[in-house]
Nanobody, 125 residues
Framework: QVQLVESGGGLGQAGGSLRLSCAAS????????MAWYRQAPGEQRKLFAQ???????DYVDSVKGRFTISRDNAKKTVYLKMDSLKPEDTAVYLC???????????????????WGQGTQVTVFS
């Protein structure tokens, strides 16, 4: 089986920085576009950053210039560097990947959106 595990969440000060990681484990044949979503209390889950296999990144306006998504294909890991944090950034942050993995029978399984469990980020003023 495959897992996506987020790490690096916790408390951050307004104006400060945090760095999140999302590491994929298991037998993975293809690791395509990876993305970060976040869900604030009482709100819908929203996509805010994504990166292609080739490293092309896109952001929503609210995080552009403050957040940076990157990836290390050798480590099967996607990163999120968050600078100039704001209280509005408080949310559960989730990693998602378009990937193909090998299940326990050795069969390739393609999943367009494979989700991590999420990690809490809380920004205080």
């Amino acid at each position: 089986q495959v897992q996506l595990v987020e790490s690096g969440g916790g408390l951050g000060q307004a104006g400060g920085s945090l760095r999140l990681s999302c590491a994929a484990s298991g037998i993975i044949y293809n690791l395509n576009t990876m993305a970060w979503y976040r869900q604030a209390p009482g709100e819908q889950r929203k996509l805010f950053a994504q990166i292609t296999n080739g490293g092309n990144a896109d952001y929503v306006d609210s995080v552009k210039g403050r957040f940076t998504i990157s990836r290390d294909n050798a480590k099967k890991t996607v990163y999120l560097k968050m600078d100039s944090l704001k209280p509005e950034d408080t949310a559960v942050y989730l990693c998602v990947a378009d990937l193909t993995y090998q299940d326990f029978t050795g069969t390739p399984v393609a999943v367009k959106e494979y989700w991590g469990q999420g990690t809490q980020v809380t920004v205080f003023s």
